[in-house]
């Protein structure tokens, strides 16, 4: 239903753009936006991927022709446009277009510093994701130190959402922390790995099952983390054993979700692998 309105919205678009009605070039942008946006949300990637191009492509036009003609009011083109290169390098991310994907995600730096230069607080949300996104591609590339450093600076923008809407970002929070652990231990900074384990094994917590299996297997990744950091330091093999114990209930829980399936093998040969290590000491 959403999809056919969009459709709707999108012919009397281009009947703006081909009158050259400048003002409404940026509802052309985000039209396109968000019928990618519906492709993604059903898993059509590659729909969603080819949209959300030809949404980039259109908001440069639209630059490029605001230039031209000196109009300058419409300054919320530049949130728009990081939201559509964020949005491409997801969609990217999910076909395993990792190299297309960091691609958009470089033409957005300098979009980003501009938001961020405008120290205007409408901006944190797209900042965010386009920050945090960023990130976890470069890290699922394996290249931890711009991911780490990406997720830092992504830190301010999702503290001060979730001072105002924690229901709303708490989760984006935990994965935050949780990922920052994951470039910590990635790096052997087991001390910090261990700080941003704990803080999102914490929210994790508040978050409870409300948020379904995937986020209760990104509990899990914590809780494993966790396990991981005690057994190389041979602390509390008790407390190693009912981290293992919670983990796996958790996955229990979710017989139709893949890595809950996967998961306790793993979280057996940690447990098996502390006993061991503790019993070496």
């Known amino acids: 239903m959403a999809y056919s309105y969009f459709e709707g919205a999108l012919d009397i678009c281009i009947e703006l753009f ?17 019928m990618g946006a519906c492709h993604y949300s059903q898993g059509e990637y590659d729909r969603a991927l080819k949209l959300l191009i030809d949404a980039e492509e259109k908001i440069v036009s639209i630059k490029t022709t605001l230039a031209k003609f000196n109009e300058t009011e419409l ?13 491409i390098g997801a969609s990217c991310q999910e076909l395993n277009l990792n190299d297309d994907g960091l691609k958009y995600y470089s033409q957005g730096e300098v979009i980003c510093e501009r938001l961020i230069a405008s ?18 591609l470069n890290f699922q590339s394996k290249n931890h130190s711009v991911a780490l450093r990406k997720y ?3 830190l301010p923008y999702i503290n001060r959402l979730i001072k105002d809407r924690r229901s709303m970002f708490i989760v984006e929070l935990a994965d935050t922390y949780r990922d920052i652990c994951s470039c910590h231990l990635s790096s052997g900074d087991t001390h910090r790995a261990e700080k941003f384990c704990d803080d999102a094994i914490k929210l994790f917590c508040e978050i409870g099952s409300s948020q379904g299996a995937k986020i209760e297997m990104h509990y899990v990744d914590s809780l494993v983390y966790k396990m991981i950091l005690l057994m190389q330091k041979k602390e509390n093999l008790n407390e190693i054993n009912r981290l293992g114990e919670l983990a796996i209930n958790i996955c229990l829980k979710h017989p139709e979700d893949t890595d809950a399936q ?20």
């Open 18 to 34: 081909e009158k050259e009605i400048f003002e409404h070039f940026p509802l052309f942008t985000l039209v396109l936006q968000n």
């Open 75 to 87: 300054v919320d083109l530049d949130r728009i446009h990081l939201m559509v290169l964020t949005n």
């Open 119 to 136: 120290r205007d607080n409408s901006y944190d949300e797209s900042i965010f994701r386009y920050l945090h996104n960023t990130a976890m």
């Open 152 to 154: 830092n600076e992504s």
């Open 262 to 281: 996967n998961y306790p093998e793993t979280i057996n040969t940690i447990l098996s692998a502390s006993s061991s290590a503790f019993t070496m000491v």
